[in-house]
Nanobody, 117 residues
Framework: QVHLVESGGGLVQAGGSLRLSCAAS????????MGWYRQAPGKQRDLVAR???????NYADSVKGRFTISRDNAKNTVYLQMNSLKPEDTAVYYC???????????WGKGTLVTVSS
């Protein structure tokens, strides 16, 4: 079992920055890929960025060049640095952790990011 806790959301003006953190506990040593997803009101949950245990990353086209995902394996923590934020980035951001050995994806409860115009 993996428990994920996100932090760092809040209200920011367009053009501003926020840094999200997600700390994993439990059997976190089994985690493979970690990622950030977001869900805006009335929309589906979509991938924002993900990072493997080896450090390989991929991003949604809408955030490339603005967001950076990073990971501290020693701390079982993943980060999302968000720069040049836009109102359309407003959403609840969820952390996810994949444990391939058991075929499970664990989710955090989410943190709200609101970008005002």
């Amino acid at each position: 079992q993996v428990h994920l806790v996100e932090s760092g959301g809040g209200l920011v003006q367009a053009g501003g920055s926020l840094r999200l953190s997600c700390a994993a506990s439990g059997t976190a040593f089994n985690i493979n890929t970690m990622g950030w997803y977001r869900q805006a009101p009335g929309k589906q949950r979509d991938l924002v960025a993900r990072i493997t245990s080896g450090g390989s990353t991929n991003y949604a086209d809408s955030v490339k060049g603005r967001f950076t995902i990073s990971r501290d394996n020693a701390k079982n923590t993943v980060y999302l640095q968000m720069n040049s934020l836009k109102p359309e980035d407003t959403a609840v951001y969820y952390c996810a952790a994949d444990v391939e050995s058991v075929g499970m994806r664990y989710w955090g409860k989410g943190t709200l990011v609101t970008v005002s115009s």
